[in-house]
């Protein structure tokens, strides 16, 4: 690659070009611009004041901001647990079992993929219904007198809305995984039969040390998102009752669209970008040895 690079720079410069200035332009002005405005009070209209570090003072002052880092953590491990975990099992059965109906299943786990935000989260809303959804009507059905006012709970409530988007966004993930899984060299597989490795230890030993890059990818992916979560929690919750599902990103939302105070949501903004550039780079260190041995 560097030979090549080295023979033909400019056509290569050329090519890579169009995408670094659409980044540039999209992602990094806009960034370094939130991170001006972040030392500023700002309300949209009259001129923007220089303030220093207020608004972070601000921010680590601000009754909703654990519970915002607990919901976001919440939302990580669940997220991750459901789309990662519940993906890798339907990857390696779908990749590894014979079974009528193999690409019906692989199609209909992809499905909610496919729809929009508001589809999903209204969908999930007549499930947690306290009255009558379809949790709450099933346990009535059953004899059992146990009631859950499922989206209006401290814990509870964020767990529901991850959920719901766990469940939207799992065929993908599974999707990765299974490619990933198809990639492996069948001739492994052929050898561990010889070898007398059974389906598990062919799992643990080939096939899943194999994957371990694609299913990093996936839990990065699942984890900076859950810090960066918005649209379902707000379509769902809208961040309350109270602060109880209230997230980094809804509080930006508010600060900049509810208070007009640009400069506090763009502060917030930066704190939802370290924190998620930070996960990101500790989670591929602490990975790093998997990647060196496979």
């Known amino acids: 690659m560097n030979i090549l690079f080295k023979k033909k720079k400019l056509p290569m410069l050329i090519f890579v070009a169009p995408t670094v200035i659409l980044f540039g332009v999209i992602v990094i002005i806009p960034l370094l611009q939130s991170a001006v405005m972040g030392f500023t009070e700002w309300d949209g209209i009259n001129e923007a004041t220089y303030i220093g570090l207020k608004n972070y003072k601000k921010l ?56 929009s935000v508001s589809v999903v989260g209204q969908l999930w809303i007549s499930i947690y219904h306290g009255d009558f959804g379809l949790i709450n009507q099933t346990f009535h059905l059953l004899g059992l007198d146990w009631q859950q006012n499922w989206l209006n709970e401290p814990v509870k409530g964020i767990i529901a ?111 939802i970008v370290v924190l998620c550039v930070g996960l990101m780079l500790l989670i591929n260190k602490l990975t790093d040895r998997f990647d060196e041995q496979y």
């Open 60 to 115: 680590l002052k601000s009754r909703d901001l654990m519970v915002a880092i607990r919901n976001s953590v919440l939302f990580s491990v669940v997220l991750t647990v459901y789309q990662v975990g519940i993906g890798t099992l339907l990857a390696y059965i779908i990749a590894n079992f014979k079974f009528k109906g193999r690409t019906f299943f692989k199609n209909i786990y992809f499905f909610p993929v496919l729809l």
């Open 161 to 271: 809305v991850t959920i719901a988007e766990g469940w939207k966004g799992m065929g993908y993930h599974m999707l990765l995984i299974y490619a990933a899984m198809k990639n492996v060299p069948e001739v492994y597989y052929e050898a561990a039969t010889i070898d007398g490795a059974n389906k598990k230890s062919q799992f643990l030993h080939i096939t899943l040390p194999l994957t371990i890059p694609t299913i990093k990818v996936s839990v990065v992916m699942c984890i900076t998102f859950g810090f960066r979560a918005f649209e379902m929690i707000y379509l769902m919750t809208g961040g309350g009752p109270g602060n109880y599902s209230t997230t980094l990103p809804i509080m930006m939302y508010e600060a900049l669209f509810g208070l007009q105070k640009y400069g506090y949501g763009s502060a917030i903004a930066v704190v």
